[in-house]
């Protein structure tokens, strides 16, 4: 049942917190997983194995090679319909060379990715959310981060995935409470996002908005550079700020130096960016990401 594991995460150990940004409680940073392959399966049964013994980044990354290669048959069918319509059209239609245009760049980018997934059973696809949920549970840090921002559930059709979507927002609050604690940059922003005025995939909020916690978590995130996601909630700091006050903002400011100091122990052997890029790199879907950015470069 997608909803009993609530009981299972909330009872996980606070030690967690301690972790490293990828590590988890059972000490899935201490085991060397294998290099990202030129095909997923070259190494599933690698990371099957070690995800099945509780490494919550062995986990995550297996179910984020998963998530990206369920999404390959809709994006071949894409490219089948195209070759379709170009295959009825006159060579001299005016829509021809628009039509080519779009199949050659879809072919470019898709073929790495579909050269990728080949051989994936088609069953594992279902698979994806318990690869995600547990490795979450482990208490991984990037595995609770993913889970909360990334769920492999269908947005478009919430009724298909009601239980799951339940179970969603009833893990992924503390979740994200603990992974942003362990100074996960992306966890921080989402957790930001929900204080200024909470949201989720599928309408409501995963949390009750908080000005004064927003103010603070912006504090914390104002001493990194800044992302695509944090632009929104910025604009929406001053007015919190009036909000609260100068009491408000004293307190805030007090707890997003407590907070940095907590989740960011390591911060004079490392700068804001290196910080930034190594939680990139070393996350469920970094090393995915990096692997087919080097071989879709020209």
């Known amino acids: 049942m ?15 917190r301690a972790a490293s940004a990828s590590g988890s409680a059972t000490s899935s940073a201490a085991v060397a997983l294998p290099s990202i392959a030129d095909n997923v399966m070259a190494t599933f049964a690698a990371y099957k194995q070690l995800a099945s013994q509780g490494n919550g980044l062995a986990g995550c990354r297996l179910a984020a090679q998963l998530q990206l290669c369920r999404n390959m048959p809709a994006a071949e069918r894409d490219i089948e319909s195209t070759k ?3 295959a009825e059209m006159a060579a001299d239609h005016p829509r021809r060379r628009d ?5 050659n760049k879809s072919a470019e980018v898709i073929g790495p990715h579909l050269k990728y997934c080949a051989g994936v059973p088609a069953e594992e696809f279902d698979n994806v959310w318990q690869y995600q949920l547990a490795a979450a549970q ?15 559930l269908d947005v ?11 179970a969603y927002k ?3 609050p503390g979740f994200l409470e603990r992974a942003a604690a362990a100074g996960n940059l992306r966890a921080i922003e989402w957790l930001r996002a929900q204080m200024v005025g909470g949201w989720t995939f599928n309408g409501g909020a995963l949390m009750p908005p908080n000005a004064e916690r927003a103010v603070m978590l912006s504090l914390v995130l104002d001493r990194f550079p800044k ?9 929406q700091i001053a007015r919190l700020t009036k909000e ?4 408000g903002v004293a307190r805030a400011t007090a707890l997003a130096d407590d907070f940095y100091r907590k989740a960011f122990p390591a911060a004079g052997q490392m700068d804001a960016r290196e910080t930034q890029a190594s939680q990139l790199r070393d996350g469920c879907d970094g090393p995915v990401n990096a692997h087919l950015e080097k071989v879709l470069k020209p």
Do not use: H, Y
């Not at 909803?3 to 009872?11: L, Q």
């Not at 482990?138 to 492999?152: C, D, E, H, Q, R």
């Not at 996601?229 to 910025?234: E, M, S």
């Not at 609260?244 to 009491?247: A, F, L, N, R």
């Open 156 to 166: 478009r059709n919430v009724m298909a995935d009601m239980e799951k979507w339940t």
């Open 170 to 172: 009833q893990l992924a």
């Open 138 to 152: 482990t208490g991984n840090i990037a595995a609770m981060t993913s889970f909360v921002v990334s769920p492999p």
């Open 227 to 235: 992302t695509n996601f944090t632009q929104g909630p910025d604009r």
């Open 2 to 16: 997608p909803g009993a594991p609530a009981k299972t995460a909330i009872a996980q150990s606070d030690d967690n």
């Open 99 to 103: 039509v080519e245009t779009k199949l």
């Open 244 to 247: 609260i006050g100068p009491d």
């Open 84 to 86: 379709a319509l170009l």
